[in-house]
């Protein structure tokens, strides 16, 4: 048998092309090779730049046929997307969340500074510090946890939007490969 | 590759199966027989890449027919040949090709050029 033509056998039984459309393909390339080769024409003559490469060939053959799935370009999109929206979602979910644990930490500790600091916490009382400045300090804390915080959640939020619009836009991209 | 070929390449790419319809529509042919006729006329196939995955799509799209049948005595070869609807399609995309071809003279016909030997 032709090498080209065994070659694209092996491609053909690895992609599933069922035996009898494999032999028929098979067969009218064998024999036109050989009829190429009796006139005196090379099998790039033939075949094109396809004679150098065969499993491309015979994949593209059998895919035109409609006898293997089109293309494995179509099966990498469609993995891809879903891998694209999940990771966006999960990191949105993950901003979020951290958003409100820095939020409801903040608003807590803000609650705990506005009450009054009891005296027995500063024992022994080393040094007294003015009540401005102890709030001044506190306030700066909280405004970096607030701004954090706030920076999280629109993250978070912006990813929302982004998993969603891939999920609205990868609606037509899941529909068969049309034919041709 | 160059520039050239390259266009060429792509303008007969997207013509191929017309092609491969009008000379079938001579007279049924087997795959090579398909080549040969192209190749009388001009058309070389080498750079346009084979024919055959060309023919499955027109034979999955039921624009052509197929049927066996020996050849001068030699093995049994799949003969090919426009099916009705293989004939409207050829006679739609001749239109398109002329309209085409036209409206691309019309631009670029006017423009002197003189290719370099």
Same mark, same amino acid.
């Given at each position: 048998?032709?090498?080209f033509?065994?070659?694209?056998?092996?491609?053909?039984?690895r992609?599933?092309?069922?035996?009898?459309?494999?032999?028929?393909?098979?067969a009218?390339?064998?024999?036109?090779?050989?009829e190429?080769?009796?006139?005196?024409?090379?099998?790039?003559?033939?075949?094109?730049?396809?004679?150098?490469?065969?499993?491309?060939?015979?994949?593209?053959?059998?895919?035109?046929?409609g006898?293997?799935?089109?293309?494995?370009?179509?099966v990498?999109?469609?993995r891809?997307?879903?891998?694209?929206?999940?990771?966006?979602?999960?990191?949105?979910?993950v901003?979020?969340?951290g958003?409100?644990?820095?939020?409801?930490a903040?608003?807590?500790?803000?609650?705990?500074?506005?009450?009054?600091?009891?005296?027995?916490?500063?024992?022994?009382?080393?040094m007294?510090?003015?009540?401005?400045?102890?709030?001044?300090?506190?306030?700066?804390?909280?405004l970096?946890a607030?701004?954090?915080?706030?920076v999280?959640?629109?993250v978070?939020?912006v990813g929302?939007?982004?998993?969603?619009?891939?999920?609205?836009?990868?609606r037509?991209?899941?529909?068969?490969?049309?034919?041709? | 590759?160059?520039?050239?070929?390259?266009?060429r390449?792509? +303008?007969? $790419?997207?013509? %191929?199966?017309?092609?491969?319809? !009008?000379?079938?529509?001579?007279? *049924?042919?087997?795959? &090579?027989?398909?080549?040969?006729?192209?190749?009388?006329?001009g058309?070389?196939?080498?750079?346009?890449?084979?024919?055959?995955?060309?023919?499955?799509? +027109?034979? $999955?799209?039921? %624009?052509?027919?197929?049927?066996? !049948?020996?050849?001068?005595?030699g *093995?049994p070869?799949? &003969?090919?040949?426009?099916?009705?609807e293989?004939?409207?399609?050829?006679?739609?995309?001749?239109?398109?090709?002329?309209?085409?071809?036209?409206?691309?003279?019309?631009?670029?016909?006017?423009?002197?050029?003189?290719? !370099?030997?």
């Amino acid at each position: 048998m032709n090498p080209f033509v065994e070659e694209c056998r092996r491609e053909w039984k690895r992609l599933g092309v069922p035996d009898p459309v494999a032999n028929e393909m098979a067969a009218d390339l064998e024999v036109d090779l050989a009829e190429a080769e009796a006139d005196g024409s090379s099998a790039e003559e033939v075949l094109g730049t396809a004679a150098f490469d065969a499993p491309s060939f015979a994949a593209a053959w059998a895919a035109e046929r409609g006898v293997v799935p089109r293309a494995t370009e179509t099966v990498r999109t469609r993995r891809r997307v879903p891998r694209a929206e999940v990771a966006i979602a999960g990191f949105a979910l993950v901003a979020i969340i951290g958003a409100l644990l820095l939020l409801t930490a903040q608003a807590s500790s803000q609650t705990r500074v506005a009450l009054p600091a009891p005296i027995h916490v500063w024992k022994p009382v080393p040094m007294p510090v003015p009540v401005g400045a102890r709030g001044l300090v506190s306030s700066s804390s909280d405004l970096g946890a607030r701004i954090a915080g706030a920076v999280l959640l629109i993250v978070g939020l912006v990813g929302t939007v982004l998993a969603t619009v891939f999920a609205v836009l990868d609606r037509p991209w899941r529909r068969p490969a049309a034919a041709g | 590759m160059a520039i050239g070929e390259g266009r060429r390449t792509q +303008l007969l $790419r997207g013509a %191929l199966d017309l092609c491969l319809l !009008a000379v079938m529509e001579e007279g *049924p042919a087997y795959g &090579y027989e398909m080549t040969k006729r192209l190749r009388a006329r001009g058309l070389s196939t080498v750079g346009e890449g084979s024919i055959y995955p060309l023919l499955g799509r +027109l034979e $999955r799209e039921g %624009l052509v027919e197929t049927y066996r !049948a020996a050849s001068n005595g030699g *093995p049994p070869r799949k &003969y090919y040949r426009p099916s009705a609807e293989g004939r409207r399609a050829l006679a739609a995309g001749v239109a398109e090709w002329r309209a085409a071809r036209d409206a691309l003279d019309a631009v670029l016909g006017p423009v002197e050029a003189e290719v !370099a030997a």
